[in-house]
């Protein structure tokens, strides 16, 4: 996903925006792979700053994951707000940009990990599975007595 900075490089302080959505590349993270089988929205505001530009926004995306729980796939949405600083020359703590445009992708797959939740649960409710026998307790008892 990319935006154009021209415009707002030219015209240092103004604030651009647009919304941008498309494929999102599935991550791979700590052992597991996260597939986005709708692709991802995101709302990028931007400005450049006589240095650098300042991009904020707003990323959207379901992932398909498992339940930590009873281990059954479901949808998860992950929704979240960003502010990266661009540079043209790389620093720590700071994404690089060269020419015209600001490809996001790295900025929005690092952000993505951050925001995920430690472990997910596909209701409150969800009973998970015997700890004996294995079976889905949210689909029937089993009749193990633990």
Same mark, same amino acid.
């Given at each position: ?19 941008? +959505? ?10 597991? +792979? ?66 015209? +445009? ?45």
């Amino acid at each position: 996903m990319k935006i154009n900075i021209a415009e707002a490089v030219r015209c240092e302080g103004e604030s651009f925006s647009a919304d941008v +959505s498309g494929s999102f590349d599935g991550i791979d993270f700590l052992g597991e +792979s996260y597939k986005f089988p709708a692709g991802a929205k995101v709302g990028a505001n931007w400005r450049f700053d006589g240095q650098g530009v300042i991009v904020s926004g707003d990323f959207s995306a379901d992932i398909a994951v498992r339940c930590a729980r009873c281990l059954e796939e479901f949808v998860y949405r992950l929704d979240f707000n960003f502010v990266e600083y661009y540079k043209k020359q790389p620093e720590e703590g700071v994404y690089a940009y060269g020419g015209e +445009s600001i490809d996001l992708s790295q900025m929005l797959e690092d952000n993505v990990v951050i925001n995920l939740p430690t472990r997910f649960i596909c209701r409150e409710e969800c009973k998970g599975l015997c700890g004996r026998c294995g079976a889905n307790l949210n689909e029937n008892e089993c009749g193990c007595k633990l």
